[in-house]
């Protein structure tokens, strides 16, 4: 089989021990409280741990001694484990060690029977995650795309994503993402919202390509832009303020790998846009197929893997 090519890997994993005692009582966990009123906001990275760029944007902020000027700061490193596994021969397989650790955050894998070191990590990490108002969850993306949000489709999401304005494409989903709970959509982030549509932000920015230079540039503005939202950093008006256009896709469908013969029809890499009924991929046996006009495909599998994603199917929203 034709092994795809590896990438340029322009970020360089640093050593995390400095980081491994916070404050919290958590390893990797760190917490800045104001003393004055304002909202609690969590910004963790490497969920995943190949997506280095939650790791410098975090760094960042523990290394410049960023302080909220209200509220209060919750800065953590979620998949550590994973990430020390990283080997730049094999860079894409220190995502995880076992579970998609953006995929557990339920109660019925949090409070289940099974073990791994990502469920023991989320059971440890589930109070910082809870006690928080408002997340920002830092990742990336295994092909060199156009950054964008992902977000349960809650009015504070839709609003704070767009007020920010980087990156400037917004996946919305309507009903989770169908394979797994997310961190963002932990405890009562993942609750329906209520009639007023208040309630706390939690979105997810996928910053570019996992290794690229950029892409851990772009956390690290996201990040500062976030925090400044909330009245935590004093800084100048971020891309939304400043009328930059964006645009709204909402999924569909999340496509899991069933066998090994799952292939794309042709090379893809994320944004293609399909007809409805066009053929997107095959399965086996199943032909997957676009299920609207203008299906735009986002992170298609590198190398699909069965029980893994294999791609999600999003249709245009309205602006
Ligand atoms: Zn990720």
Redesign the pocket.
Known sequence: MLQPSLPEIQIVPRDLAPYRRGNTGIDYVHRFDSGRPGPHVLVNAL??GN?FCGMVAATHLLDTGVRPLCGTLTVSFANVEAYESFDPARPFDSRQLVHNM?RIWSPQWLDGPEDSPELRRARAMRPAVLEADHILDL??TSQAVQPFWVYPRRSPNARVARAIGQPAIHLVMPSGLGSGVPLIQHGAHGVEEGAEGEGGVALVAECGQHFLRATAELATEVTLDFLAHFGMIDRGPSPGARGVVQTRVELLRTVVVRTPEFRFVRPVVGFETFDEGELIAIDGDEEIRSPCPTCTILMPAREPIPGREGVYLARPLPD
């Open positions: 969920t995943h997506e953006n990742h990336s």
